[in-house]
């Protein structure tokens, strides 16, 4: 029987315009990522099963990781994010290295989703993530790199809008407003992240579980109308959150200061599903009404390195796939096409026998850089420009025994429509003209 | 108990250094490819096993594929090759598309290899494949872009040679000649791959259950001793080998007028493992006395579109592991340094406070492309140049308040020395000064 042509399900053929597509989403994630000074690295595909079990959250390990044991009975995963990756590596050269760290990657990571739009088994995800101590100006910065990544391909707070929270204001309120145990307090995380999917019966029914008394849940209705950066200042004075926890003010200053208050809205509702966030979280959210979706999420987490036995050192990241940005991208009319690779030169003959001429012609224009497609069987003359016309050449090079039967090349450039006729001997000249 | 920081075994931990020389690396396979016209495409890391199965030959199958079941009981695997993704690709979709068909990719693939030098379990692979006849310049064109890949990197014939062969000749040579069976010819093909990894004696002994008469063994032997075109030419006519099955004449002379005949001998015991080649196959040998090995394989193959009930499309193409080429370059001392990534300029401050002036300002340079890298902490002046010269940053801003309480911005080129003032208001000339 024959096999299916069909990929894996939940992953991507790339044909080369997806192909170019992507690698254009790549090039701009690097050229971001230097522009901040952030270092490219990259990890296994394979990590043990333990590294994720240790804080990336049940969800993740039970449903969502493809893991198996190997041939020598190790339990690996294939990576689902990246972050307790660069987490480990970090681990090993944190000591050594000068702080804080900046690295970013752009891995290829899977999990078992049930694809739909937006969210498939597959893909790649960039990664961005600093190391050093837990200031607001190591989540500035990579709020700030995100924006400069999106602004890059032209997008601004008409398309795009990155919504915040802070764990550990939500670690407070819940347990000295609240009054919540550590279990209550996970639960109603839970139900937080619930908040938007979920009918406002079924959360009042579910919040009802949690017994908060009158005044309690006032505050906790208080806190969920949170809507601007003013609001949330004069909510946390009225819950006395001590500011050394997080500095929210001179966060919001620096905000404004940056030009990126129009960027930046704070969100009760935002608290992200990982494990290993400790402070900053955040996502950003597609404004367009036909893809309103989180795109990206990320936040700060402080405790990475104890699972290896290492001292602190704080980090703040995110993570960015590529479905969700080529979505957004195309649904707001940001992307380029990228249908055709058109080559400096395409060269043919219309006689016999001169196949390895084409090819020695096209060694050496490639050695002068120009991107040469051969073409070694003998075609007619329209056909040469049909196919020439097709792939878009600049250049077209026919090659031709003249009367005295020695190889003659004929050039046209296509856009200028100027052509000349070079020897084998003068491919020096040739090359000069199609450099044009 | 704290969890391992190393990485799974035979898996790379790309820190900076290592994977900017791995971009390096990628750089100059795109650029090879792109300037022979091949485009880029990339496929699933994981693919349903029946795929390898079908030609990929049972080693593989049984010893060295990573599968599993995945949770809706489908038998997967990570690739541990890009060919039969690559045929499945243009199954789907070659009817629609110009021929020929030319194509290439870097993926990360794994093979449960037993770690060693210049093989790991994990590693990226350049792959090439053009797709449209079984000509010999189809073959002549995927060894003209490896040695063109090779001579990117500044390598030459002193460096690496290319043994190649023909299954057609083989297989006549078996059958026609040697009067094999296709069980025997099986046979005979493993212990040639293995001939010389084994002792001569242990080679004889082999050899003689095969049974072959004194004519018959003679004729293998004057096989075995093929050194030079010429002699195969010679052989070949003496076994009446059908020069339409291969027209090796054309073949060595094409290779001869492209000047490439140093790099591509023929060599009788390269047979390839992989049981879908079926025309050429080649291997890239180092020339370094202490690596001598196989960097590299590929070959032509006609039969990979009827797996999938497809018509025939015959192939050819290699792979290219990052790992085998970047020990080559090592050894030769063709790869250059990749230690720093400089910045084009550090920027921080001697005061208090001025931590989001600062960012701003960074943000200023990083629109005008100016990749910069800023300090939020305030910084004693020596300790800024110190971090500076570290990371090589071209230039170094400092902010500091004036005595009329106004922010400037001293500037130094860290090349010519040269220094200049600007203010928060004039960052335009900042940004100039430092683009130089």
């Known amino acids: 029987m024959a096999l299916s042509k069909k990929p894996y399900k939940g992953c991507r053929d790339l044909f080369p315009e997806n192909k170019r597509t992507q690698n254009y989403l790549f090039e701009m994630m690097k050229k971001t990522a230097s522009l901040h000074g952030y270092e490219p690295y990259d990890g296994p595909m394979l990590e043990e099963v333990s590294l994720y079990r240790a804080k ?8 969502q990781i493809y893991s198996f044991h190997d041939r020598g009975d190790r339990e690996v995963a294939i990576r689902p994010e990246m972050t307790p990756t660069v987490a480990r590596m970090v681990a090993q050269v944190y000591r050594e290295i000068p702080k804080p760290i900046r690295w970013y990657s752009i891995p290829n990571l899977m999990r078992y989703e049930r694809p739909q739009k937006g969210r498939l088994r597959e893909h790649w995800q960039f990664n961005v993530d600093i190391f050093g101590d837990n200031s607001i100006y190591m989540e500035l910065e990579v709020l700030q790199v995100a924006v400069d990544l999106f602004e890059q391909f032209g997008a601004n707070q008409n398309h795009f809008e990155i919504k915040i929270n802070n764990r550990k204001l939500i670690d407070h309120f819940f347990s000295s407003s609240l009054s919540l145990n550590e279990d209550q307090s996970l639960k109603l995380y839970k139900l937080l992240d619930r908040v938007k999917k979920i009918k406002p019966e079924a959360f009042k029914e579910e919040l009802a579980a949690f017994n908060l008394s009158g005044k309690t849940s006032e505050l906790f209705s208080d806190y969920l109308k949170i809507g601007s950066h003013k609001e949330l200042e004069d909510f946390l004075e009225k819950i006395e959150f001590p500011i050394e926890k997080w500095d929210y003010r001179s966060f919001f200053k620096v905000v404004n200061e940056l030009g990126l208050s129009d960027y930046i809205l704070y969100d009760p509702t935002i608290v992200r599903g990982l494990d290993y966030y400790t402070g900053l979280v955040f996502e950003i959210f597609d404004k367009h009404p036909d893809n309103r979706r989180a795109l990206c999420g990320g936040g700060a987490y402080e405790g990475l390195m104890s699972i290896f ?6 980090g703040v990241g995110f993570g960015l796939g590529d479905v969700t940005l080529k979505d957004f991208l195309e649904v707001h009319k940001l ?9 400096s030169v395409f060269i043919a003959s219309e006689s016999e026998g001169l196949a390895s001429s084409v090819m020695k012609a096209a060694r050496f224009l ?8 051969h073409e070694v069987s003998k075609l007619k003359y329209k056909k040469i420009f049909q196919n020439a016309n097709k792939m878009g050449a600049k250049n077209v090079i026919i090659l031709q025994l003249n009367d005295s039967e020695k190889i003659q090349l004929k050039v046209k450039n296509m856009a200028s429509g100027e052509q000349k006729v070079f020897t084998m001997e003068g491919l020096e000249e040739c090359s000069n003209f199609c450099q044009q």
């Open 56 to 63: 990336s959250g049940q969800e993740l390990i039970n449903e």
């Open 309 to 314: 036995g290492e001292d602190q050192l704080p």
């Open 335 to 343: 992307l380029p096409s990228f249908t055709q690779q058109a080559p």
């Open 366 to 373: 490639r050695k002068e850089n120009l991107n040469t497609i």
